[in-house]
């Protein structure tokens, strides 16, 4: 599969245009972008607030389900990290607004079972991780981008944002959290992106 053909042209901004430390904040092989490219598999999905539910389930001592009112009304955190993209693009800098996954996991509870996470969007979109991934200060349910509300086209109103791995294991328009016991890959990954993606080690395809 062309996937630079699937996603359109990419915008180079050579890294040292943008003064940023490069060497160590930039990944290898990637290069840095200003724009904010956007990369779906599926077309962008209708959302309706009344039937939206956030779900949580699998290995957790308490399964949960919220409706969109109940979902923004969860506690916000701010933050700001970086994206890597596997087709190479980086970009710098993304403030986010949203609930921290510290915030599901405590209402969740995971098991001792628990090793894994599928997470899922309305579209049927999926991938997955490991829990020690997501059980970090830097993930967030995001709902707002540069104070703005999320848009559409890049997963809003609801996102997943994981910074430390390429950016196909952040799921747009996502409704749930599936805790699993063993791995299982997502849609992505049975389509030839690495398992791990960890974007310091180039883990982009197998
Ligand atoms: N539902 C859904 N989530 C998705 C994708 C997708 O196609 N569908 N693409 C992934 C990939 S490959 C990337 S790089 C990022 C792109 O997010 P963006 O379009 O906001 O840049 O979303 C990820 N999450
Ligand atoms: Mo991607």
Request: hydrophobic content about 35%; overall charge negative.
């Amino acid at each position: 599969m062309n996937l630079s053909k699937l996603f359109g042209n990419r915008q180079d901004t050579p890294a040292g245009e943008q003064g940023a430390a490069g060497a160590d904040r930039l990944p290898p092989g990637q290069y840095l972008t200003k724009k904010w490219p956007v990369l779906s598999y599926e077309s962008t999905p209708k959302f309706d607030p009344e039937k939206y539910r956030f779900k949580v389930w699998g290995e957790v001592e308490n399964p949960f389900e919220l409706t969109w009112t109940e979902l923004l009304a969860l506690p916000r955190v701010q933050l700001t990290s970086d994206i890597h993209c596997v087709t190479t693009w980086s970009r710098y800098d993304n403030a986010w607004e949203g609930v921290s996954l510290r915030e599901i996991l405590q209402r969740a509870r995971p098991t001792a079972n628990a090793h894994f996470v599928m997470e899922h969007s309305w579209t049927g979109y999926t991938t997955n991780v490991p829990l020690a991934a997501i059980e970090d200060d830097d993930v967030i349910i995001a709902l707002k981008w540069d104070g703005k509300d999320l848009e559409t086209e890049h997963g809003g109103p609801v996102r997943l944002v994981l910074p430390k791995l390429y950016f196909y294991k952040s799921a747009k328009w996502l409704n749930g959290l599936e805790f699993l016991p063993k791995d299982r890959p997502g849609f992505w990954e049975v389509r030839g992106y690495s398992n791990s993606a960890d974007p310091w080690q180039e883990e982009r395809y197998w």
